[in-house]
């Protein structure tokens, strides 16, 4: 059965930072796409970053370009979210994403296994 479990989440104050994690078991990490999204109360789930299966390519939502960056190890089966600038409108769950190939996409419907999330909120 495969697992995905994020950590790392928290309060931090607007302009602070946090480094999300994602662990993967149960089945081989590095051949497959991987992504974060996120989810804000009263609205849709969205991209945030995605990252292929080899590490490239990677690309962002226009909204946190510059300020986080996504990366892997895949010796270790994890992913990473580096956020550093936070902004109280990066308030959400945050859900690490498991694509069935080597690619990712933006939409949270062709996701095939997620994490249970990890909350981060920024304070003002």
């Known amino acids: 059965q495969v697992q995905l479990v994020e950590s790392g989440g928290g309060l931090v104050q607007a302009g602070g930072s946090l480094r999300l994690s994602c662990v993967v078991s149960g089945r081989i990490f590095s051949d497959r796409a991987m992504a974060w999204f996120r989810q804000a109360p009263g609205k849709e789930r969205e991209f945030v970053a995605g990252i292929t299966w080899s590490g490239s390519p990677i690309s962002y939502v226009d909204s946190v370009k510059d300020r986080f960056t996504i990366s892997r190890d895949n010796a270790k089966n994890t992913m990473f979210l580096q956020m550093n600038s936070l902004k109280p409108e990066d308030t959400a769950v945050y859900f690490c994403?498991?694509?069935?190939?080597?690619?990712?996409?933006?939409?949270?419907?062709?996701?095939?296994?997620w994490g249970q999330g990890t909350q981060v909120t920024v304070s003002s």
């Open positions: 994403a498991q694509f069935p190939g080597t690619g990712y996409f933006r939409s949270y419907s062709t996701v095939q296994y």
